[in-house]
């Protein structure tokens, strides 16, 4: 499969994994770029598409796991249960 390769709508959602009626207002909202031939006929190329989901791809955050609390002390944080307070729940 080539980088310049042309879709057509159904093709690259199924590429992208959604439907293809979202995809035709991400094109109308203008996020991705389109190639228009007579008669209405679209195509979108496939390295179009790859660099739309790199631009929407949020790396993890770093350093998340060097914090020594529990997980149980991480979701009682702000409840006011976890410092020597007693539960509700029996």
Avoid at 59 to 71: C, D, E, I, L, V
């Amino acid at each position: 499969m080539s980088a310049d390769e042309l879709l057509n709508v159904v093709d690259a959602a199924n590429y992208l994994g959604i439907r293809p009626w979202t995809l035709r207002h991400w094109v109308s909202d203008g996020k991705i770029e389109i190639v228009k031939y007579g008669n209405g006929i679209v195509r979108i190329r496939r390295s179009v598409l790859d660099r739309f989901v790199a631009s929407c791809t949020i790396k993890a955050r770093q350093g998340h796991g060097s914090n020594n609390r529990s997980k149980e002390s991480r979701l009682l944080e702000g409840t006011g249960v976890g410092r020597g307070e007693e539960s509700l729940a029996r």
